[in-house]
């Protein structure tokens, strides 16, 4: 029998290492840490399209890769961290705030959170955040500081009597976690589509590592490079 051709040799095991490393990074995208692009303005002011972030895929467990399935779990989402997810609507993976989790009861009333039948404090806005948002932006909407589980973070939002900002108090049930967007006027959240099972979330986001302009030319952003997230 003829043996390859050397050339030919060296071109499969170029192929096979190739998949193999493929295979590796791809598997440690599903398991260990992930970046999402970010197309939308449901987390604005903290998260702007065309952000890249970074997410924690070990912040909570351990999953089969490519799978929602738990090998090992070691903590659990706070009230404050922002977590990627898949919809329990259509299965899209969305990015978004925990407000509630098992065993919270979570109300709003006009733009404003009460946890447990206690308000969240809310404070005037640090200017910064609100640099990656166009001016008309700053012109329409209200802007603050809420303080949840003794953390700050912005929220924005077009006023206090619009459709989805007031509900509840509702009970968020054992093994599921509420979820709010920061732009509480223009989200598709726990509102909407309910409840996120525990075994439908992804990871911790916690940073941004990059982000480009989609108005601008796609020219990246200053000072949205490597930025951990509130």
Do not use: C
């Not at 012109?139 to 589980?149: I, M, P, V």
Request: charge should be positive.
């Amino acid at each position: 029998m003829k043996s390859l051709h050397p050339k030919l040799k060296l071109w499969l095991k170029l192929s096979r290492d190739i998949a193999v490393m493929a295979l590796l990074i791809f598997g440690a995208r599903s398991a260990i840490a992930d970046w999402n692009h970010v197309p939308t303005g449901s987390m604005k002011p903290t998260i702007v399209e065309g952000d890249l972030i970074f997410v924690n895929r070990l912040a909570y467990d351990l999953k089969v890769p490519f799978t929602t399935w738990h090998i090992a779990e070691w903590d659990h989402p706070k009230r404050g961290e922002i977590v990627v997810f898949f919809s329990p609507a259509n299965g899209d993976r969305l990015v978004k705030r925990v407000v509630g989790v098992p065993g919270d009861m979570v109300a709003m009333h006009r733009n404003r959170l009460y946890i447990n039948g206690k308000p969240l404090a809310y404070g005037p806005l640090d200017q910064k955040f609100m640099n990656a948002l166009p001016p008309d932006a700053k012109r329409r909407y209200q802007f603050a500081e809420e303080n949840l589980n003794g953390t700050g973070h912005p929220v924005m939002a077009l006023g206090d009597n619009v459709p989805g900002s007031s509900f509840g108090p509702v009970k968020v049930p054992e093994g599921k976690y509420m979820m709010l967007g920061d732009n509480r006027d223009n989200s598709a959240d726990s509102r909407y589509f309910g409840f996120v099972e525990r075994s439908a979330i992804v990871g911790r986001a916690t940073a941004i590592i990059a982000s480009w302009n989609s108005d601008h030319f796609y020219l990246p952003r200053k000072g949205r490079f490597f930025v951990n997230l509130p």
